[in-house]
């Protein structure tokens, strides 16, 4: 499995048979360098995770690739230019699509303001290695080998992200949703949760967009 980081929380997930990709938002640029795209997760609504042109774009090149996502994805992006094109699925969903494991976690978003409403979010799992949250810190309670873990958010404090990795008790952790950190508030934040993953016996590996580890 090879893991590229895009901006912010939009990963790149290269198998056997093709690429997933996860959460191609407003700040994820246009992704041109995407190839055999089999699927496509976007974990919640909100417009840093998804955005119409990059679902119109993807579903243009890559026209057999299903999108998957929550009931309010599937809502706000059939509202949208985009069309009807999102196949909705909740927690304990399990998807087989392009030599992909797909299982879904969690449910809602975490929590931004007791005023503010809390949309629909699912965490994935894919092939039992790697889990991507999306907007919440909701534990997947399966072993989990690599984890992308928030770094900064207006709904984040660090110590919850700190919480979330000793939780979930990775062998290796990832930053993700970091577009909202300056380089310094990124290095705070990636030093703790460099010290929480470590504290459970596993290794922080440091990603910048572009960047790609192989697990």
Same mark, same amino acid.
């Given at each position: 499995m090879?893991?590229?980081?895009? %901006?912010?929380a939009?990963?790149?997930v #290269?198998?056997d048979?093709? &690429?997933?990709?996860? #959460?191609?938002?407003?700040f994820?640029?246009?992704?041109?360098?995407?190839?055999?795209?089999? /699927?496509v997760?976007i &974990?919640? %609504?909100?417009? *840093?995770?998804?955005?119409? %042109?990059?679902?119109?774009?993807?579903?243009?090149?890559f026209?057999?690739?299903?999108?998957?996502?929550?009931?309010?994805?599937?809502?706000?992006?059939a509202?949208?230019?985009?069309g009807?094109?999102?196949?909705?699925?909740?927690?304990g969903?399990?998807?087989?699509?392009?030599?992909f494991?797909?299982?879904?976690?969690?449910?809602?978003?975490?929590?931004?303001?007791?005023?503010l409403?809390?949309v629909?979010?699912?965490g994935?799992l894919?092939?039992?290695r790697?889990?991507h949250p999306? #907007?919440?810190?909701?534990?997947?309670?399966?072993?989990? %080998?690599?984890?992308?873990?928030?770094?900064?958010?207006?709904?984040?404090?660090?110590?919850? &992200?700190? *919480?979330?990795?000793?939780?979930v /008790?990775?062998?290796?952790?990832?930053?993700i949703?970091?577009?909202v950190?300056?380089?310094?508030?990124?290095?705070?934040s990636? /030093?703790?949760?460099?010290?929480?993953?470590?504290s459970?016996?596993?290794?922080?590996?440091?990603?910048? /967009?572009?960047d790609a580890?192989?697990v």
């Amino acid at each position: 499995m090879k893991i590229t980081k895009h %901006e912010h929380a939009c990963l790149a997930v #290269d198998g056997d048979a093709g &690429t997933l990709v996860i #959460d191609p938002g407003s700040f994820s640029g246009r992704l041109v360098d995407l190839e055999a795209v089999r /699927a496509v997760v976007i &974990t919640h %609504e909100h417009a *840093d995770h998804w955005t119409s %042109e990059h679902v119109a774009d993807l579903r243009q090149r890559f026209p057999e690739a299903p999108i998957y996502g929550p009931a309010g994805v599937a809502a706000a992006v059939a509202a949208s230019e985009a069309g009807d094109v999102v196949e909705a699925v909740a927690p304990g969903d399990i998807r087989e699509v392009g030599g992909f494991r797909l299982e879904f976690f969690g449910g809602t978003h975490a929590e931004i303001h007791r005023t503010l409403p809390r949309v629909d979010n699912v965490g994935v799992l894919i092939d039992g290695r790697l889990y991507h949250p999306g #907007d919440s810190l909701v534990a997947p309670g399966v072993p989990v %080998e690599i984890l992308a873990a928030p770094a900064g958010a207006p709904w984040l404090k660090i110590g919850e &992200t700190m *919480d979330f990795v000793l939780e979930v /008790a990775p062998k290796q952790a990832i930053a993700i949703h970091d577009a909202v950190l300056s380089e310094a508030g990124l290095r705070i934040s990636e /030093a703790r949760i460099t010290g929480a993953v470590e504290s459970v016996g596993g290794t922080y590996v440091q990603l910048r /967009a572009g960047d790609a580890v192989v697990v």
